[in-house]
């Protein structure tokens, strides 16, 4: 009992604190994506996706849907917490 009292609180920290150093280091202007031509994976699948969007025309409805769908669930989450 006390090993897992010990273990748990330090994995967790482990992990965060090396969550915050990856975020730190993408975000680097040295490191990150803000080197010419220098873009992450994320941001190109993003601008695919737009570009998907806009071209079958679903842009507007898309954003609409999003603001339902965040209406509907901050009243699910007031409802369970």
Do not use: C, H, N, W
């Amino acid at each position: 009992m006390t090993i897992e009292i010990l273990i748990y609180p330090t994995l967790v920290f482990l992990a965060v604190t090396l969550t915050a150093k990856l975020i730190e280091r993408q975000s680097d202007v040295l490191y990150g994506p803000y080197i010419q031509g220098r873009r992450t994976a994320v941001a190109e699948a993003r601008d695919q996706l737009d570009a998907f969007l806009v071209a079958i025309g679903v842009k507007r409805e898309y954003s609409r849907l999003a603001m339902k769908f965040a209406t509907v669930s901050i009243f699910a989450s007031a409802i369970m917490g």
